[in-house]
C-alpha cells in the first residue's frame, strides 16, 4: 500500500524539480485543433470505473483539463478551481474529467486531500492519451496544461493551454455557449 505520506514526498520533490525543467524546455503546443474530433480513450477513473469520451456523445459536452502532477501548486489551484465551479459545469450539463500522467492511487490521495467530486483519469499506464491529444511532455512524462471542452457530436469547441487554463472561466464559457446554440 502506498503511504500518502509518500505521495507527497514525491509530489513535494516533482514540484521542486519543475521550474527547473519548464525553463529548460518550451511546452509543445496540441496539434488538435477546434473543429476536430477528440480522440476517444477509456481510461480508470478515481472513482473506481473507466471513463470512456465517446460513451457521452449524443448526450453531454465533456470538459478535459490536463494536469502537469498531482500535489504541484498550479495543478492543486486548477483542480480546486474546477470543483469550486462545478455547479456552474453541471448547470449546462456538462462532465468535467481531470486527466494527467499521475498513478490512480496518487490521484485518489490527491482528490481525497482536495475533496474534489468529480472523476481524475490516469494515464500512467501508456500516456497514449496525452500523446494523441498531443499534450505529452516525453521527457517527463507528464503533461503539458490543456483544457478541451468537447461538444456533444465529438468534435472540439474549446482549446486553452499553459498557465491560463488554470483557470477554468474560458471553459466556462464555451460550455455556457454550447448550452445556449
Known sequence: MIRPLTIA????????????QQNAVTPPHTTLKVGDMAPDFTLPATTGDKVTLSSFRGKTPVV???FPAAFTGGCTKEMLA???NLGKFEGVSTKIFGISGDNTPSQKEFAKQLNVSFPI????????????????LPNLGMANRTTFVIDKDGKIVHIEEGSGAIDPSGAEMACSRLAHK
Open 64 to 66: 478535459l483539463p490536463f
Open 9 to 20: 514526498l514525491q509530489g513535494v520533490l516533482l514540484c521542486a524539480s519543475l521550474p527547473a
Open 121 to 136: 483519469l490516469s494515464d500512467f499506464a501508456q500516456r497514449k492519451v496525452m500523446a494523441d491529444y498531443g499534450v505529452l
Open 82 to 84: 474546477y470543483q469550486a
